[in-house]
């Protein structure tokens, strides 16, 4: 199995008018969030989500690698290769693929 990871950002601050209609009607307080980041991982053959990790942060890609490999370990998928942008390059994210998935690492140097 090839397994491409890789994150996306959301905003939430431009809601629609219709949502903050509705939110004022019903009384609802909410605490403004201004940002949700999503990482993923998917089987490339099938587009099977493997892992999905979402946080309020704003982080650097590569932070939330750690919790990503975990839970493909826990998933017990045969994966061969991770495939991976440039945002995700460290030597021990190579290591932490290669050691606990025992898959290949195909992710570009940074410059």
Sequence with gaps: ???AIDSTGFSLTN???HMEKRVR???VRREKKD???TTF???TDTKM???CDCTDKHSHDIKRMEYTVT???RGGFGIRCVVADKGYDAEYVH???HERLGADAMIPIRK
């Design 25 to 27: 009607e019903f009384g």
């Design 95 to 97: 290591r932490d693929i």
């Design 71 to 73: 839970s493909l370990v």
């Design 49 to 51: 989500i493997l892992s």
């Design 15 to 17: 809601i629609s008018g």
């Design 35 to 37: 940002f949700v980041k």
């Design 41 to 43: 991982a998917v089987d």
């Design 1 to 3: 199995m090839v397994v």
